[in-house]
């Protein structure tokens, strides 16, 4: 099919649009020095420096870039730090490592040895950074939240906020543990950097398919006119994980599924999917948009979530063909331990397109696989003209599966073969991997890719952070103080019976395949 009609059609662009021939992806990047606090850290080791070292790689990176660690060991220095990430990188992406280029790639890597309290280490800092004058700087905290304000404070003390650098400050999630903690750090962050200067990570904004849920929307005309309550019955966001808590047992004794999930991963998936058309591919644009959904969510007071609110803890169970252990036998959890694992709920945005639909998410560990897909469940048309009267129409569906098989499916019914009467639901199926040659860029390099060029676009601005945790706070403060059976679902199962019956009330069935 030939592109020359369209390319000849000119419709009204958008005053965000970049000029012919510029994309945000082709505009040559200023030199940079990343700052890890914690670099020697779990995160580091696993994501951060193999995504560096990915970007490097790939040629994305400025010819002129630094990496410095900071943190413990205290004694550690540039020598010990290399032989460090050479073996963290082959123990966590032994693909990607690769012998030609890596000592390259070392002799941008360094270390600054030090506790976070001791300020001669930032002055420290401050040398190697003024060594390098024009540099961006980037500080990414990777780091326990309880190190922040030390952090922060030290990095003012020391000037490092000063403009000269252009800094600019990633955070990772958790972003506070309640509403009250998550102001006081948007606070500390802002008596040190602009808001446009904080990056505050989701990265599930950095998934392919998860942006993908923008191009579909409004690069096609033919979703928008459907989108809405009229044509919609109800939405479905499952994020399933088949594996435990793993060595994260003492950090998810505190957060449980709620903060970890819900208020992060699963309402920006709601967010994409429930947001107005922005006025742009930009960043305030799309946020602006984004904020408005999470401040129509229906609040949920007490009464709501007993009603419309299920938790869940695994039990030991069988995955995959193997035993796996209950949460309560995991390293570093409570033999007693009530925190949940598994969430479910039906939930509503109160606004003019989502009135009365009903949006039901889902989310859990050990529960059968790995999968993450939002459904959105079409009406059913207004009269029955096939088959008998006791047959049942159908929904049709479209999924987006996010991951782990990439993919774009929509199911509708059509005629079954040589039969008048009967009718059958048939996919028609679009699969990232088989269309597509290029590899999905991890996640982590997207973002830090888009940090790099101060692209805000994919990370989470102040007012959604403050309307995020209004909505789960009073579900956290409600199920805290419930009582509930522990455990109620055995690893392997699609969690408690109470997740199937929240649908099942109201007439309907979670869709998994
Ligand atoms: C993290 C959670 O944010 O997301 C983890 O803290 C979870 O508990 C992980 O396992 C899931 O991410 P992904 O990309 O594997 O779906």
């Not at 890719?449 to 102040?462: A, H, I, N, S, Y």
Request: glycine content about 6%; charged content about 25%.
């Amino acid at each position: 099919m030939s592109d020359n009609i369209s390319a000849t059609i000119d419709i009204p662009k958008s005053r965000f649009i970049k000029p012919c021939g510029m994309t945000s992806d082709n505009a040559p990047l200023d030199p940079v020095t990343i700052v890890i606090f914690g670099g020697g850290g779990d995160l580091s080791r696993r994501k951060l420096i193999p995504t560096i070292y990915h970007l490097f790689k790939e040629n994305l990176l400025p010819d002129d870039f630094s990496v410095i660690g900071f943190g413990s060991p205290p004694d550690g220095d540039d020598v010990s730090y290399r032989e460090r990430i050479v073996l963290s990188i082959k123990e966590f992406e032994p693909g990607l490592y690769e012998k030609e280029g890596f000592d390259t790639f070392l002799n941008h890597v360094f270390f600054e040895g030090g506790y976070f309290d001791d300020i001669s280490k930032y002055e420290n800092l401050k040398k190697r950074l003024n060594s390098s004058p024009g540099h961006n700087v980037i500080y990414y905290m990777s780091v326990h939240p309880s190190f922040l304000p030390q952090i922060i404070n030290n990095i003012k003390s020391c000037s490092l906020n000063d403009t000269n650098y252009n800094p600019r400050i990633v955070v990772e999630k958790p972003f506070g543990t309640d509403q009250k903690s998550a102001l006081e750090l948007n606070s500390l962050l802002h008596s040190c950097f602009e808001e446009n200067r904080i990056f505050r990570i989701d990265h599930y904004l950095g998934k392919e398919t998860v942006q993908n849920i923008i191009y579909l929307r409004f690069a096609n005309i033919i979703f928008e006119p459907l989108w809405n309550r009229n044509n919609i019955d109800s939405v479905q966001i499952t994020v399933a994980e088949d594996i435990g808590v793993e060595h994260r047992g003492k950090f998810y004794e505190q957060a449980g599924v709620v903060r970890d999930i819900v208020q992060n991963h699963i309402l920006q998936l709601m967010a994409f999917i429930a947001m107005e058309p922005p006025v742009g591919f930009d960043a305030d644009a799309i946020r602006d948009e984004k904020v408005k959904v999470f401040n129509s969510i229906r609040m949920m007071d007490d009464e709501y979530v007993s009603k419309n609110c299920v938790q869940g803890q695994y039990g030991s169970g069988m995955i995959g063909g193997q035993k796996v252990s209950g949460y309560r036998d995991e390293f570093r959890v409570a033999s007693d331990s009530k925190t949940p694992t598994f969430f479910a709920a039906k939930m509503f945005i109160d606004n003019w397109r989502w009135a009365d639909v009903p949006f039901y998410v889902r989310t859990g560990k050990r529960l059968p696989k790995r999968c993450t897909e939002v459904i959105i469940c079409f009406k059913r048309p207004p009269l029955k003209i096939f088959g008998t009267a006791c047959d049942d129409i159908e929904q049709s569906l479209l999924r987006i599966r996010i991951q782990p098989n990439e993919q774009i499916s929509f199911f509708t019914n059509v005629k079954y073969p040589n039969d008048a009467y009967r009718m059958s639901r048939v996919s028609m199926n679009f699969d990232y991997k088989d269309y597509f040659k290029e590899k999905n860029y991890p996640p982590y390099s997207r973002l830090i890719l888009d940090c790099l060029k101060g692209d805000l676009t994919l990370f989470v601005r102040e007012d959604s952070i403050k309307a995020l945790w209004s909505i789960v706070d009073p579900i956290i403060n409600k199920l805290e103080s419930s009582e509930y059976t522990c455990p109620n679902y055995s690893a392997g199962d699609w969690g408690p019976v109470e997740a199937d019956n929240l649908l099942k009330r109201d007439g309907r069935s979670w869709y998994t395949d």
